[in-house]
């Protein structure tokens, strides 16, 4: 169980994402928890300097779409990095493994794929309680953490192809 605020860190440890462009897609399944998180990368984008002219926002039906989702953004736009938010609540079935594991897959590959950074930002908890608690709850919001993350991967693909 995640006892960190995911909301909480240096702000001077971030880059600059002024000269950055973001793709953030959402799955619309959970949309309580999902548009929260969507909202959150936002938000931090912006802190950290993004344009809103740099930050396109896609919603996909469910969680098992975000792979495609982030790959029409990473083929059809010109973003530096592409933040991926969902929520998969644990059910009385193993739908939620399967959809879980193909998501986690399929980011893995899109990564390598297109050799620039794909944030991993699905939530997978045991209940809702749990969602919310990461969403802006207790426990901060997971946008924030994908999108500080999508700054930093940037930051350091930029370093090391100067």
């Not at 809103?52 to 790959?71: C, M, R």
């Not at 919310?132 to 991967?153: C, Q, S, Y």
Request: proline share 2%.
């Amino acid at each position: 169980m995640a006892t960190k605020n995911l909301s909480e860190y240096d702000l001077t440890s971030v880059p600059s994402a002024s000269d950055m462009k973001f793709g953030i897609v959402v799955a619309e399944w959970n949309y309580e928890i999902t548009g929260a998180l969507a909202q959150g990368a936002v938000d931090t984008l912006k802190i950290h300097g993004a344009k809103d002219e740099n930050i396109i926002l896609k919603h996909v039906p469910g969680s098992f779409e975000l792979t495609l989702g982030a790959q029409y953004l990473a083929e059809f736009t010109n973003v530096d990095a592409i933040i991926i938010l969902g929520c998969v609540i644990q059910g009385e079935t193993r739908h939620f493994d399967f959809i879980c594991e193909g998501v986690t897959q399929g980011i893995t590959n899109l990564n390598i794929k297109y050799n620039k950074p794909f944030i991993f930002g699905l939530l997978t908890t045991d209940n809702q309680q749990q969602a919310l608690d990461r969403a802006g709850g207790r426990l901060g919001n997971k946008g924030d953490e994908a999108a500080v993350t999508a700054i930093k991967m940037l930051a350091l693909k930029n370093d090391l192809t100067k």
